[in-house]
C-alpha cells in the first residue's frame, strides 16, 4: 500500500490511537491539504469521497472484524425525504457525518447517536429531472477548511458551512439552458475545488473545471472533445484530439456537441501531482452520425472519450490519456472508478492505476506515463476478443454497428460490466473487488435520426429495438440471462480470485477494511459483509430495499461504526424493463441512511408490503399506424425513465398503470400542458405534437391489455 511521505514523517513514531486524537482535533480547525494527502494515516474520519486521493475505499480500522462481525447490530438510521436513487458517500469529520441525498439535499448527523445536526436544500427545479440520464442522483461532498462543496443537480457548485450548513457562496458551472447536470462528487487539491458534470445523451461538450475554494472563482477549465474550431491558438493536446474526428459535425449552429462528459471517476497522486479523470461516451453514441466518414459509416477514434485523462491540478494542463474504447459507439464510458496502488508487476514496483470502465475489461495503467501494462476481460465480452500489446483493442466487426449499420446484440450493454459504484482494493490481499453485472443489449441503429435539442436521448439508436415481447417464458429466459455478482479480482494475474453471484444487476459500492471484510449492499435489498480473502458471507442485514450506495466506516470516541445510505434508485432502475427487475429481485425505495456498530440492538420499522395499482387500462382501439407511431415516439422520448415497452419499475410511475391512461385530456394536460413540471415531468410541447402525444398515450394503453392478458395465467397459477 502506498504510504504518502509527510504523515508518516511528521506522526510515525505515534500510535494509532495517538494518530486519530490529532486527526479528530485538527478536523475542528479546518481540512487542510496535509491532512487530505494523509488521509491515509487518518483512521477515525472519512475526508474525502473515496477515503484518500488514491480512491482505494480502504480503511486499517479492524475494531469490526470477521470473528466478530456476527455481533454488528442497527446503531441509529434516518430516514430521507427524498424517494429516488441514493448514491451518496457520506464525509465524517470530527464525530459529525454528511451526507447528500437525491435532488441534491445535505443533512448533517451526531456520527455516534444520529441526532441531526442541519439541513439544506438547494431548491433544484423539478423540471431539471428530464435533463438527467440516470436519476435526480448525487455522490456526495468535498471538504476544505471549514466548508463542505456540494455539485447541485442543475449544474450549481455550492459551498456551505460546516458547522451550520449556512450558503458561502454559490457558482453556476455549466450553461443551464443545455442538458449538463451535475450528480459528482467535488474533490479539492490545494485550495481547488474541481467538479465535471453529465449530459452526453442529450448533446452537450464535456469538460472539467477548477474552482477557488475562498469564492467559487473559476480557475481553469479542460474540454474533453474538441469543438471543431481548433486553430493554432488552441491547446495542443485540443488540435490533437480535432486530428481523430470529423470536425464538421462538431462546429457550426448544428454542433453535436461530442459527449465526453466527466461526471463521476477522479483520483489524483501528490507525488506526481497528476489527477487523473474519467472521461465519458460520444454525442451521439453511433459514430455514423457522431464522425462520419465518406462512405456515411463512422471513423476515428474521437480523443478523448471513454479515456483515462492525466492532468495537472493547478492547471489543468494536459499530461497524458490512454483510451480505453477508441471510436466508442456503445455508450462504454472510462467514467468508472478509479483506483490507484502501488504493487509488484512482473517483479518490478510499478505505480499503477487501476479500471473496470463499461467495456468489460480491467485495466493495468501506469499513472506516470500512461503506458499500457495489462488488460483483461471481467465479465463475458463480444465486442471484442481481447486487447493487443498497444493496449487496443481487438473489435469484432459484427458489433462495429456503427459500421455495418446492421442491429447487433453486444455485450456489455449500454450500462457497461460495472458502471458508477466505486470498487474497493484490500493492500494486504492485492485485490480489487468490483461490483460486476452482466447485461447484454440490441444496438440498432436509427434511420434518418436526426437530434433534438429540446427533450429525449440523442443517441442515434432506436432504443426500442430491444423491446422484450409479451411472453413469460421469453421474459424469463431473458432474466436468467442477467448476473449480477461481487467479483475479487487479482489485477497482477488479471483474473477472478472467487465471486458472489447476486439476486441481479445493481448492486451497491464497495469497502474494505482492515477486520478482514468487504461490506456491500444488494439489489435483493441486503447489506452484507464477505470475507475479504474467500467471499464467505459472514453477516447480512435486511435492508428493506436495494442499497446501490458505498459503505464507509469510521470511530467516534474509539467505536467503530459502519455506515451505508440505502435507497433502490439509477440508471438500471429506470431504464430496464420492470417484469425483468421484478423477476430477479422485486424491491421499491425506501430512502435511509443506516449506521452500524457491535452490539447495537436498533430495528427498522415494519417493512411495508410491496403493493401494485391493478393492472386495469381501457380496451386498446387504435389503428396498427397510430400504435406503431406511437412506439417509435415512446423509445424515444420516453423509455429512459418510464423503462422500455412501458413495462415501468418501482422508483418512477408505471404508465401501464396511470390514473390519466383512460383520459386524454387529463393524459395531454401532463405530456403537452407540463402540469407535473414540478415532479420532474415537464412539457413535452417542444419535441412532439398533440398527435404524437396521443399516439403514445394509445400505445401504452396497447402494451397495457397485452401485458394483462400475459399475467392472467400467472395469476391463476398462484391462486
Request: hydrophobic share 40%; net charge negative.
Amino acid at each position: 500500500m502506498r504510504k504518502w511521505a509527510l504523515p508518516v514523517l511528521a506522526l510515525g513514531a505515534l500510535s494509532v490511537a495517538a494518530c486519530n486524537e490529532i486527526f479528530e482535533a485538527e478536523t475542528e480547525g479546518g481540512i487542510t491539504a496535509a491532512m487530505l494527502v494523509g488521509a491515509d494515516s487518518d483512521h477515525a474520519n472519512w475526508i474525502t469521497h473515496g477515503r484518500n486521493y488514491s480512491e482505494q475505499r480502504f480503511s486499517p480500522l479492524d475494531q469490526i472484524n470477521a470473528e466478530n462481525v456476527g455481533d454488528l447490530g442497527l446503531a441509529w438510521f434516518s430516514d430521507m425525504d427524498t424517494a429516488r436513487g441514493q448514491e451518496a458517500t457520506p464525509l465524517v469529520m470530527d464525530g459529525k457525518l454528511y451526507v447528500t441525498t437525491a435532488w441534491s439535499k445535505v443533512k448533517a448527523f451526531n456520527a455516534a447517536t444520529g441526532e441531526p445536526l442541519w439541513d439544506y436544500d438547494p431548491e433544484v427545479p423539478g423540471e431539471t429531472a428530464v435533463k438527467a440520464c440516470c436519476d435526480t442522483v448525487n455522490r456526495g461532498l468535498a471538504a476544505w477548511g471549514d466548508s463542505l462543496f456540494l455539485g447541485t443537480l442543475d449544474g450549481r457548485l455550492v459551498a456551505l458551512d460546516r458547522d451550520t450548513g449556512a450558503v458561502k457562496w454559490e457558482t453556476v458551472t455549466v450553461d443551464q439552458t443545455q442538458s449538463y447536470t451535475v450528480t459528482g462528487a467535488p474533490r479539492v487539491i490545494d485550495g481547488k475545488v474541481i467538479i465535471g458534470n453529465g449530459g452526453a445523451e442529450f448533446g452537450v461538450r464535456g469538460y472539467i473545471a477548477a474552482y477557488d475554494a475562498n469564492d467559487g472563482s473559476e480557475l481553469w477549465r479542460f474540454y474533453t472533445v474538441p469543438d471543431g474550431n481548433e486553430g493554432g491558438e488552441s491547446p495542443q493536446y485540443l488540435q490533437d484530439a480535432a486530428e481523430t474526428w470529423n470536425t464538421e459535425v462538431l462546429a457550426g449552429n448544428d454542433a453535436i456537441g461530442g459527449g465526453g462528459t466527466v461526471w463521476d471517476s477522479m483520483a489524483y497522486d501528490p507525488d506526481l501531482n497528476l489527477l487523473y479523470i474519467g472521461v465519458g461516451n460520444g454525442s451521439p453514441w453511433n459514430r455514423a452520425y457522431r464522425s462520419p466518414g465518406e462512405d456515411g459509416t463512422g471513423e476515428g477514434d474521437n480523443l478523448y472519450l471513454s479515456s483515462i485523462v492525466a492532468i495537472r491540478p493547478d492547471t489543468g494542463e494536459y499530461v497524458w490519456h490512454y483510451q480505453t474504447t477508441p471510436g466508442e459507439t456503445w455508450d462504454y464510458t472510462a467514467t468508472q472508478h478509479i483506483v490507484l496502488a502501488d504493487m509488484e508487476v512482473d517483479g518490478e514496483e510499478r505505480q499503477v492505476l487501476m479500471q473496470a470502465p463499461k467495456n468489460g475489461f480491467f485495466y493495468v495503467i501506469d499513472r506516470a506515463t500512461g503506458e499500457f501494462i495489462s488488460g483483461e476481460p471481467y465479465v463475458a465480452v463480444n465486442w471484442a476478443t481481447g486487447i493487443d500489446e498497444n493496449g487496443r483493442p481487438i473489435e469484432n466487426p459484427e458489433t462495429r454497428i456503427d459500421k455495418t449499420g446492421q442491429p447487433a446484440i453486444v455485450t456489455p450493454g449500454a450500462l457497461g460490466g460495472h458502471n458508477w459504484h466505486p470498487m474497493a482494493y484490500h493492500p494486504d490481499e492485492n485485490l480489487v473487488y468490483i461490483p460486476a453485472f452482466e447485461a447484454g443489449m440490441v444496438y440498432a441503429p436509427e434511420e434518418n435520426w436526426k437530434p433534438d435539442r429540446a427533450r429525449g436521448f440523442n443517441v442515434g439508436f432506436n432504443l426500442g429495438a430491444g423491446d422484450l415481447p409479451p411472453d413469460m417464458g421469453i421474459r424469463r429466459e431473458v432474466a436468467g440471462t442477467l448476473r449480477g455478482m461481487l467479483v475479487a479480482w487479482d489485477p497482477v494475474a488479471q483474473e477472478a480470485k472467487w465471486t458472489v453471484e447476486h439476486p441481479g444487476p445493481w448492486n451497491g459500492g464497495l469497502l474494505a477494511t482492515g477486520g478482514g471484510l468487504v461490506f456491500q449492499g444488494t439489489a435483493g435489498s441486503e447489506f452484507n459483509a464477505y470475507a475479504a480473502g474467500s467471499g464467505e458471507k459472514l453477516w447480512s442485514f435486511g435492508a428493506q430495499t436495494g442499497v446501490v450506495a458505498p459503505p464507509i466506516t469510521y470511530t467516534v470516541d474509539g467505536e467503530q461504526y459502519v455506515a451505508v445510505l440505502a435507497g433502490w434508485g439509477g440508471a438500471y432502475a429506470i431504464t430496464v424493463d420492470g417484469e425483468l427487475l421484478n423477476t430477479k429481485a422485486p424491491v421499491r425505495n425506501v430512502s435511509r441512511l443506516l449506521v452500524f456498530k457491535l452490539g447495537a440492538d436498533g430495528e427498522l420499522p415494519a417493512e411495508v408490503e410491496l403493493a401494485k395499482l391493478p393492472l386495469d387500462p381501457p380496451p386498446s382501439r387504435a389503428s396498427a399506424e397510430t400504435i406503431a407511431l406511437g412506439a417509435e415516439k415512446y423509445a424515444r422520448y420516453c423509455a429512459v425513465c418510464h423503462a422500455p415497452a412501458a413495462v415501468g419499475s418501482t422508483v418512477l410511475p408505471d404508465l401501464r398503470r396511470a390514473g390519466s391512461l383512460g383520459n386524454a385530456g387529463a393524459w395531454e394536460a401532463v405530456v403537452h400542458g407540463g402540469i407535473l413540471k414540478d415532479n420532474g415531468m415537464v412539457s413535452f410541447a417542444e419535441s412532439l405534437s398533440k398527435e404524437e402525444i396521443q399516439a403514445i398515450r394509445e400505445y401504452v394503453i396497447f402494451r397495457a391489455n397485452q401485458d394483462k392478458v400475459m399475467e392472467e395465467p400467472e395469476k391463476v397459477a398462484r391462486r
